[in-house]
């Protein structure tokens, strides 16, 4: 192991004797409501996001903030949802995975749902790596990126995060 990789072990190790709490008090949060996306065509978002993967859309309607602009919302389980809005008529250009930014977006499905829309990503011709043999990241028609993760909400990768 080089010097630095000790170092930033090291650094991880004291962060966590440091600031993860053995009893860990409940949340103050009651879940997460919706995360938001940007969608350049709704038509084809709701293809995407219903059709292809599975996550049925459950409101659209006009957003507040911006006159003619659509909110909507598909369910991806336990409670919650995946927002989208459209900006007709801002040009707001394709979407940039930016160091500071979102990475990725990672949603739990079961195993035997894994295999299903692992199947329906190659048949419809989608881009995508899997990764751990649990994992399948891929990116939405606005480039956003997207994990399939096989693990149960509150694990990863076999350790137990919640």
Request: net charge negative.
């Amino acid at each position: 192991m080089s010097e630095i990789d000790t170092a930033l072990a090291a650094k991880h190790e004291r962060i966590k004797q440091q600031h993860l709490i053995p009893h860990r008090p409940p949340s103050s949060a009651r879940g997460l409501h919706h995360f938001a996306l940007l969608s350049s065509d709704v038509e084809r978002t709701i293809g995407f996001y219903q059709d292809l993967l599975e996550f049925p859309l459950t409101e659209i309607f006009e957003n507040r903030d911006h006159k003619g602009s659509s909110h909507f919302f598909f369910d991806v389980g336990n409670g919650n949802l995946l927002a989208f809005f459209d900006f007709p008529g801002l040009d707001l250009g394709p979407y940039q995975e930016v160091l500071g930014g979102l990475h990725h977006i990672a949603i739990s499905v079961d195993p035997v749902t894994w295999e299903r829309l692992r199947g329906k990503l190659e048949m419809a011709g989608v881009p995508h790596q899997i990764e751990s043999g649990a994992s399948i990241y891929f990116r939405d028609p606005d480039g956003a990126r997207l994990e399939l993760l096989a693990d149960h909400l509150g694990e990863m990768y076999g350790s137990r995060v919640l």
